[in-house]
């Protein structure tokens, strides 16, 4: 075998170096092209939508409604998966974790990426570095609903009968940590009163007994809530919005009993981290355009919801301006992290 000598073996070794410069500069610069395509190509397959409700309430028919939307702005199958419990951290944890492509996505709500960054210690998931945000979707006030067989018809009423009655009268939620749950304890601690907390995996369960009388109070979305009030099965005491809802101006909201107490709950879309830029601008086109037909404002307008069609960085930003609100709002209400 011949020996090189020192510069040849420098030469040799220049040159080896070059081509895979060059190799690694040519694999980089196909990745655009590979993304584009992948763009191009999406959906080549169906899309799946993780809800972290139970079947029924206004997050699991908005899932469904915008699912068959997409379905059919797509040409491809968008099924709705429901994955209920733990707070919405069983659905959220499952869409963290899975393939950043845009074919698992998650009915991003402000309990799963802002109240349980404030109300749980410990999360399998980061809200902020997790997920990618594709819009926000809509927000509503929630009503303050009791079961038909109390006498109550005003903020007012309900305060002065739980001061009268410690402990005794009870409310639902959807779990520790959901809007349910934290308006009820902010409510507790604005009015001086106690009332129980019972907790429910699914708002079609929580109505039912709260119908039934099984459980006394709740603080319900609209989809949920204003059909049983319409129906004469529940009493609406109040909304939660820092003014009366259009569609229901003579009900008085919190705020007017008890200063200072008002908040609406929101609910977005968001997929993995990592989702290929292009897939998350083509999701955020198709949703933004949904979220601005007059069919979906004629659907949801009677149940109270404001659509909210967002860009991307808007939707972010939302989140991470909420989360040190809320715990503000949190540890001035003296509740404890669990």
Known sequence: MTKLSTKQAHQVNGRRRAALAALAAGFV???PAVAQ??????????IKIISPHAPGGLGDTFARY???????????????????GASQTIAADA????QPDGYTLLIATQSAMVFN???????????????????????TPTY?????????????????AAKANPGKYTYASLGAGSSHH????????????DILHVPYKGSSNASTDLIAGQVDMMFEGGASSLPHVRAGKLTALASTGEKRTEIMPDLPTVNETLPGFHANVWFGLSGPAGMPEAVVTKLNREVVRILKQRETHDKFFELGVELLPTTPQE???????????WRAVVEAAGIQAE
Do not use: H, W
């Not at 395509?37 to 169906?46: V, W, Y």
């Not at 869409?95 to 899975?98: G, L, Q, S």
């Not at 960054?117 to 927000?139: E, N, Q």
């Not at 939707?315 to 609100?325: C, H």
């Open 66 to 84: 915008l699912a068959q939307q997409l379905a059919s702005a797509f040409g491809q199958p968008v099924v709705v998966e429901n994955r209920p």
């Open 315 to 325: 939707m972010a930003d939302r989140i991470r301006t909420e989360i040190p609100e």
């Open 144 to 160: 303050l609903v009791v079961t038909k067989s109390l006498p109550m018809r005003t903020v007012s009423d309900l305060i002065a």
């Open 95 to 98: 869409v963290a974790k899975a």
């Open 37 to 46: 395509n992948a763009a191009a190509d999406f959906p080549s397959k169906p």
């Open 182 to 193: 934290l308006l009820a304890e902010m409510f507790k601690r604005k009015a001086g009163i």
């Open 29 to 31: 610069a196909c990745q």
């Open 117 to 139: 960054a404030v109300l749980r210690k410990k999360l399998p998931y980061d809200p902020l570095k997790d997920f990618t945000p594709i819009s926000m979707l809509f927000d």
